[in-house]
C-alpha cells in the first residue's frame, strides 16, 4: 500500500512538471492545407519567441519541402552568436536568398563582412549588402550601405557611412543614386561626419536619369546651405 502510494505521488508530480513545462514551453505547428507538410514551426518561452540550442522558427515551402526560413532568437529577440540570425531560402529552388547577422535584436557583425546580404536566387546578383556594428551602418574602407537591380547588376544606392552617418573624407559622394535601367547618377549627396559639406562644388547634383544632365544643385557647408553670388562670395539661400 505504501508503495503504491509512493507510485502515485511519482505519476503526480510528474504530471504537474509536465503540465507546468507545457505552460512555459510551446511548440506551434502549422501544416498546408492541401500536401499536410509543415510549413512553420515556432518555438516559444514565456509568451516570447525563444530556443537556446536550435531556430526558434522554421518555415518550409508547402509544395516543395524545402526550408525557406529560420530565426535564431533570444527571448524575442534576433540573436545568433556565431552565425546568422535569420536565413532565408527560396522555396523552389532551395537556394539561398538571404542572410541576416545580429546580436540581441541589432544587426551586427565583425570583420569587415556584411550584416545583411540578399541575393537573386535565379542569377546570383548581390542585390543588397549593409555592414553594420551594434545597430549602426559603419564600414571604413567601403560603402556600408549597397543596393543593386537584380535582372541589370547595377548599383542604384550606395552610402558610405561611419557610426551611422553619411560620411566620407575624399571629394566624393557619401550618397549616390543610378538609374536600375540607364545606369546613370540621378543623385549626389557630399557629406561630412553626417552634414552636407562640400569644399569645391555642389553638395548636392540631380541629374536627369535619360540623358544625365544636371537639372538642380545646392551647395552646402557644414550643414549650412550657402548660395554663391556673381563675385564669388557665399551667402545664405533667399527665405
Given at each position: 500500500m505504501c508503495l503504491n502510494l509512493t507510485f502515485s505521488a511519482v505519476c503526480c508530480i510528474f504530471?504537474?512538471?509536465?503540465?507546468?513545462?507545457?505552460?512555459?514551453?510551446?511548440?506551434r505547428l502549422q501544416r498546408d492545407p492541401k500536401t499536410r507538410r509543415v510549413v512553420s514551426?515556432?518555438?516559444s518561452l514565456d509568451g516570447r519567441l525563444h530556443c537556446e540550442d536550435g531556430?526558434?522558427?522554421?518555415?518550409?515551402?508547402?509544395?516543395?519541402?524545402?526550408?525557406?526560413?529560420?530565426?535564431?532568437?533570444?527571448?524575442g529577440d534576433l540573436h545568433a552568436e556565431n552565425g546568422p540570425a535569420m536565413i532565408i531560402w527560396d522555396g523552389v529552388s532551395g537556394k539561398l536568398v538571404e542572410e541576416c547577422y545580429l546580436k540581441d535584436g541589432s544587426y551586427h557583425r565583425s570583420g569587415g563582412l556584411p550584416a545583411i546580404y540578399r541575393q537573386s536566387p535565379t542569377n546570383g546578383v548581390v542585390a543588397r549588402e549593409e555592414y553594420h556594428l551594434n545597430g549602426n551602418a559603419h564600414r571604413v574602407d567601403g560603402p556600408a550601405i549597397l543596393f543593386r537591380e537584380e535582372e541589370t547588376g547595377i548599383t542604384?544606392?550606395?552610402?558610405?557611412?561611419?557610426?551611422?552617418?553619411l560620411?566620407?573624407?575624399?571629394?566624393?559622394?557619401?550618397?549616390?543614386?543610378?538609374?536600375?535601367h540607364t545606369g546613370v547618377v540621378t543623385y549626389e549627396e557630399y557629406c561630412h561626419y553626417g552634414e552636407k559639406h562640400r569644399e569645391n562644388g555642389p553638395a548636392i547634383i540631380e541629374r536627369n536619369r535619360q540623358t544625365g544632365e544636371v537639372f538642380?544643385?545646392?551647395?552646402?557647408?557644414n550643414g549650412q546651405r550657402i548660395v554663391p553670388n556673381q563675385q564669388g562670395l557665399e551667402e545664405p539661400p533667399p527665405p
Amino acid at each position: 500500500m505504501c508503495l503504491n502510494l509512493t507510485f502515485s505521488a511519482v505519476c503526480c508530480i510528474f504530471a504537474t512538471v509536465t503540465d507546468l513545462i507545457e505552460e512555459i514551453l510551446e511548440l506551434r505547428l502549422q501544416r498546408d492545407p492541401k500536401t499536410r507538410r509543415v510549413v512553420s514551426r515556432r518555438l516559444s518561452l514565456d509568451g516570447r519567441l525563444h530556443c537556446e540550442d536550435g531556430p526558434a522558427i522554421e518555415e518550409f515551402d508547402g509544395i516543395t519541402g524545402h526550408r525557406t526560413r529560420q530565426e535564431f532568437r533570444m527571448h524575442g529577440d534576433l540573436h545568433a552568436e556565431n552565425g546568422p540570425a535569420m536565413i532565408i531560402w527560396d522555396g523552389v529552388s532551395g537556394k539561398l536568398v538571404e542572410e541576416c547577422y545580429l546580436k540581441d535584436g541589432s544587426y551586427h557583425r565583425s570583420g569587415g563582412l556584411p550584416a545583411i546580404y540578399r541575393q537573386s536566387p535565379t542569377n546570383g546578383v548581390v542585390a543588397r549588402e549593409e555592414y553594420h556594428l551594434n545597430g549602426n551602418a559603419h564600414r571604413v574602407d567601403g560603402p556600408a550601405i549597397l543596393f543593386r537591380e537584380e535582372e541589370t547588376g547595377i548599383t542604384t544606392q550606395e552610402e558610405w557611412r561611419i557610426s551611422d552617418s553619411l560620411h566620407r573624407a575624399t571629394d566624393d559622394p557619401a550618397f549616390t543614386c543610378r538609374d536600375p535601367h540607364t545606369g546613370v547618377v540621378t543623385y549626389e549627396e557630399y557629406c561630412h561626419y553626417g552634414e552636407k559639406h562640400r569644399e569645391n562644388g555642389p553638395a548636392i547634383i540631380e541629374r536627369n536619369r535619360q540623358t544625365g544632365e544636371v537639372f538642380s544643385e545646392e551647395y552646402w557647408r557644414n550643414g549650412q546651405r550657402i548660395v554663391p553670388n556673381q563675385q564669388g562670395l557665399e551667402e545664405p539661400p533667399p527665405p
